[in-house]
């Protein structure tokens, strides 16, 4: 299955349980006002609004307005306003809370230039070692529960492209932490609605997940990591120079205020801006920073390959030419946290085709924390948004609801972006179930249920060979009927067997010979009581009679499946059936295990007269029944696994053509009749597409049942009936919607003629088929974009549990992403190490062959792997398999007259990790090294460190360099 992104993916190229705090649902007293300069009444944005000591607050928008609304609990206390270089002003909140307010702060002076302690006079520089070395001190070592208020701003010169306001719940890892990541949940959402079709912009111009970035460079964290912006680590402070300009008052605080100026000629000089320091803490409390012009220099080159994608696909060209950032903190109870970051991006946008010339677009992220809640809270195990690569205009809903927002702090909006108030429009639909739905994994644990499932016990000692499944849907009751015939080949003695149907579905009967036989049910599992011990190697079957409702999707939850049952757009029904994760059983009894995949099997499905039914290979016969019904009968010759049996159902409009090579293949296509034009465009891509898989990967496996392509509610890679999703009433998206169908049909390929034996190896099939779309890249627009696609897979790759799952369990991940991203990196990485396109592409035409029509293991392909290259890389899959973080290379730089001397070796879990990687070991040129887990040493004469580049385009590492004396 393809995870669904927004058209944002590319969007990339650009750039780099508590619900809301219960304070909102007291009675509140709402202040508000202006907050100005004392001096020259210009307005003040961004200063901290506070209660009393309270962790609850908003700041100040860009005109200096704010609102705050302010719990019963609360209101004796006092109102709180803070500025760096202002002093604080505080009022008793009875006092003020019946007047428009008008808050004039005053400004404070910058005092004393130098710091002598002990006689000893303190550099800048020291100052910030000591901070740096304080932030474990200053900053909460544990989650901690955040609420926040989200806005975004996005415009191309007056042309609004989106602009939305979200309330989230953060849960925010230790500072210390580096490896564990945010989370974030939308609490409630609004946007404002805008039509784009005029420019044809399929979401180009989104700002992908703004929170997203906003926390994940959170400036405290950066220095800590030492990464490309990192102000004091020992690889760049050469390029700044530190200047102290004294002592400014905030709230009761003094600060510091260090001034970072880039040095001339200094290439890693990415940002200038000042840095303020608590005077008695030594903690962090702003740091405001704009790009120099080398920081924007780099920015762009950076993101060459990406912006190379983004000419090519979306044909718009786009250079980033401003970038500033404001981040704060406050004190809560002792700790610092992250109170307000502000970001705001200019680029110069070009696209011929849509008449756009030299167009300014600007974005402005704004995210604020409005309450600091529980400490030491347990990570989500559901609805976390952080690593979606979608606008966060696209992952809400339009919720304006004012009873919500009129008593929630959010930062005032600016004048000419305040949202209407809406009148309530009540629903007419029944309430949902909306009782929490329990998943397991490695977070939340894993059950008997769990158990029943994943594991091969004795009661499974039996190989399924057929299947006839027989079954009458119901569409205005949004149920089926029917029944199942399993035929079986005992492999070990058998007198119970089990078999899998979910408990909500019901069981009429189960009959062997003509007998009926008594069963009992536990959890999702159906145990038989066989009438008699059954001989290895005997052959049997039995029918299961049963109905039910089955469940339908929860798409917030990791492969979540079941049935769809929805409408077209002219009112038709349209029904689909996903499960991949969630098990054929789920609608259908089975041995829900995906080591056993039936030889052939039968599919009869019942449907209204006036509609089309698509399932898997071959359409045998329609046979017209009574009241208006007719059955489908499909047969399916080849091996298939339980999840990529399907239905479609709806309104159809059916294309028929052949792929001749060789041999002839049979290819079948089923549209919407609206959308016709579009499929038979889409259609059109198929014979290049499959002429290029199967050059890569071998001959389409599944030439008896053809080759079977079809529009859906949800895109899935069902055997032999592969479905792309909707397509659009307006403007199709045209390379978004080939990658999305070049992942799906590369599944053939990769989870259907080869498919993984336990649900843990799934990686198996989404990494191959996520690599697929770096070749569709490549084949549509050349080499420079498939890199560029590989480079934009980096950010949406967690590295937080291992790729492989847990066995016998149906491990469902909570966070599946580093399956598809992660594992595509690690074979397009592999690929380089191997540096032998010919032998790379003749082990995966050989994977298909050697284990063609059957389940493997991930040791299966490792060995096979190793053989094909006679040499052992068990090292190198058992990294980036079995552990979470990917391989870091060290690197320390010694300068020795005009020789660069760098020390190196690899930071791993795995102890014998021993990949070759490439670095210039001249200007611009890669060549290989070969770092073991033990240091070594090169000298490179006549290079610089800047000179120096790890390739991280093509090797998926993560990268730590600092001198050395």
Known sequence: MKKIYYPSVLILIFFLHQTFSTYAQETTLTLSGSIVNGETNAPIPFASVGIGQSGIGTSSNQEGKFTIKIPASQQQDTLRVTYVGYSVFRQAILNIKNQPLLIQLKPASITLTEVVINGKRKTALDILHEAIAAIPVNYDTTSVQLTAFYREDVKLEDYPISYSESVLEVRKPPYHTLTEQEQVKIIKGRKKPYDHSRLRLHG???????????????????????????????????????????????????????????????????????????????????????????????????????????????????????????????????????????????????????????????????????????????????????????????????????????????????????????????????????????????????????????????????????????????????????????????????????????????????????????????????FIQLPETLPSNSQHEIEITYSGAPQVPNFNISMHGGFLWEQDRNGNPWVQVVCQGSGASLWWPNKDHLSDEPDSMRLSVTVPSNLTEISNGRLLRKVPLANNQTRYDWYVSYPINNYNVTLNIGQYKHLQDTYVTNDTLTLDYYAKPEHLDKARWLFNQVKPMLATLEKHYGKYPFPRDGFTLLESLHPMEHQSAVTFGKLPDGELDSVNTMKLVWHEVSHEWWGNNVSCKDLADMWLHEAFATYT?????????????????????????????????????????????????????????????????????????????????????????????????????????????????????????????????????????????????????????????????????????????????????????????????
């Open 204 to 526: 180009y111009l989104d700002m992908p997940n703004g929170a997203h970035r906003l926390l994940r460079d959170d400036f405290v964290k950066y220095q800590l990591g030492g990464g490309e912006f990192s102000f004091v680590g020992k690889h760049h402070m050469k390029a700044y120079e530190y200047k102290l300009r004294g002592i400014v008052p905030e709230g009761d605080r003094q600060v510091y205020v260090i001034q970072l100026i880039p040095r001339k000629n200094a290439r890693k000089a990415h940002v200038a801006g000042n840095l303020y320091i608590d005077v008695n803490t030594l903690a962090f409390t702003k740091a405001e920073w704009i790009m120099t012009q080398r920081g924007i220099d780099f920015d762009n080159n950076r993101n060459f390959l990406l912006k190379q994608l983004s000419y090519k696909v979306a044909k718009l060209s786009h250079k980033l030419t401003y970038l500033k950032e404001t981040t704060t903190y406050s004190n809560y109870n002792n700790k610092w946290y992250l109170k307000d970051k502000h970001r705001h991006y200019e680029m110069r946008v070009n696209s011929k085709s849509r008449g756009i010339e030299n167009k300014l677009w600007t974005a402005n992220t704004d995210i604020t924390i409005t309450n600091i809640g529980a400490k030491n809270i347990p990570p989500f195990t559901e609805g976390d948004i952080y690593q979606s690569e979608a606008s966060i205009s696209g992952l809400i809903n339009n919720d304006n609801d004012p009873n919500f927002w009129e008593n929630y702090n959010i930062v005032e909006p600016a004048a000419d972006s305040v949202f209407m108030k809406m009148p309530e429009v009540k629903s007419l639909e029944k309430p949902v179930n909306n009782a929490p739905i329990k998943v397991s994994n490695r977070a939340t644990g894993f059950t008997r249920a769990d158990t029943l499932r994943g594991k091969l016990t004795p009661q499974r000692s039996y190989d399924v060979t057929f299947y006839h499944l027989d079954v009458a849907v119901n569409i205005p009751n949004k149920s089926i009927s029917g029944s199942n015939k399993i035929r079986f080949r005992v492999t070990d003695p058998l007198n119970k067997m089990q078999v899998d149907l979910y408990a909500n579905m019901t069981i009429h009967s189960v009959k062997y010979r003509g007998q009926e036989l008594s069963y009992t049910r536990e959890f999702d599992a159906v």
């Open 773 to 965: 779309e770096g070749l569709f890249f490549k084949t549509q627009f050349g080499e420079d974009t498939e890199l560029g696609y590989a480079q934009s897979l980096q950010e949406r790759a967690v590295n937080k549990e291992p790729i492989i799952g847990e066995y016998d369990v149906n491990h469902i991940f909570y966070n599946t992403e580093d399956m598809y991203s992660k594992g595509a990196l690690m074979l397009r990485t592999f690929r380089n190490v191997l540096a032998n396109d010919n032998l790379w592409f003749s082990i995966l035409r050989g994977i298909q062959q050697e284990f063609k029509y059957q389940t493997v293991t991930s040791a299966d392909i490792i060995r096979y792997i190793n053989q094909q290259t006679q040499r052992d890389y068990s090292y190198f899959f058992n990294q980036y398999l079995k552990h979470p973080a990917i391989p870091t290379l060290q690197i320390k730089f010694g300068q020795q007259g005009q020789t660069l001397v760098l020390h190196y070796k690899w930071n791993t879990d795995v102890a014998d990790f021993k990949m070759p990687i490439k670095v210039t070991k001249l200007p611009g040129k890669y060549s290989f090294i070969y770092p073991t887990t033990a240091w070594q040493t090169l000298r490179l004469p006549n290079v610089s460190p800047e000179d120096f580049e790890v390739d991280q385009n093509r090797f998926y590492v993560n990268v730590t360099q600092e001198d050395f004396d």
